[in-house]
């Protein structure tokens, strides 16, 4: 097993720092003007219904991109929230499974489903940090982090804030994780190029195209204080935010930002397309501040 001290040894010698605890044996990327990553979301692991098979699938076409790196968006299991940490362990594992068959090192974000026995529907105790399964199963010291790529910058953020309602949960991004990431911004040089990652969509047409325009899109759905988040970025270049939740896959353009939603590994919640997009994930290029993105089923 390596060492911290090798581990970011190799980090430096291929180009590629992290930040935040993100551990793993990274390949070293090439010298090249291109990074070519994998953003996939909302895998919903379970162990039945053929899902551990679905899981080979997709792990099997995210290689055949031969991706430099890959982003996983969050809900990586089902039912944490409403289950005990002894009930998701196999969920656990089999989507474990799954980002071990990858050959490049996967990044990943917390999502809702990802929270574990905040409200156990068995009446045991609730978990006094619902996090930290999530936390210890991805080998992560916090559940945001970032790091750097060639010349990009990614940021990873948590966007799951608990809350008293009925959901249980918001988008929100709170006030120490905001302090985390003017930190972080004020050490990115303002030419570099920055992506974002963030399971719960800071910005998305999805309500308005598939509702109307006078529809709320109800609790949970949207970060609430994006606007906040993204006035951060004033005077850095965000070119890219990639988000997930919502099953749909999803391209915005704000200025110089392109928000991609990433559709979802498991659909429709295992039950087929949700819509017109099926199961899958997105293949991306960067080259400078160009952006390639295409929606890729792997045919479950």
Known sequence: MQ???????????????????????????????????????????????GVPHALELAAEA??????????A?????????????????????TYLAMQQDMRAEVYPVIGNHDLVAVRPKDGSEP????????CSRLGLARSYYSF?????????????????DELGYCGFIG?????????????????APIVLVSHIPLATDYFDVNSGTNTSPGPGKLVS?????????NNKQLILVLQGHLHTYEELRSNQTRFITGGAICG??????????????????LAGNEIGCRYHGYGW
């Open 127 to 134: 978990s006094p940090h619902p996090k930290a399964e999530f």
């Open 3 to 49: 060492t911290r001290r090798h581990f970011l040894k190799t980090l430096a010698a291929g180009g590629l720092t992290a930040f935040g605890g993100c551990l793993g044996n990274i390949p070293l990327l090439p010298k090249k003007s291109r990074l070519r990553l994998v953003f996939y979301t909302d895998i919903h692991a379970k162990v039945n219904g």
């Open 268 to 285: 429709n919640w295992w039950r087929g397309p949700l819509g017109t997009t099926e199961e899958g994930f997105c293949v991306l290029t």
């Open 62 to 71: 995210i290689n055949v991109q031969n991706p430099d790196l890959v982003i």
């Open 225 to 233: 204080n994006a606007a906040e988040i993204l006035a951060a970025f």
């Open 148 to 164: 750097d790529a060639l010349d990009y910058h990614f940021i990873i953020l948590d966007s799951i804030e608990l809350s008293d």
């Open 73 to 93: 968006g969050g809900d990586l299991i089902s039912g944490g929230f409403t289950n005990t940490a002894a009930d998701m362990a196999p969920r656990w594992q």
């Open 175 to 191: 006030e120490a994780q905001m302090a985390w990431l003017r930190n972080d911004l004020s050490q990115v040089a303002d030419s």
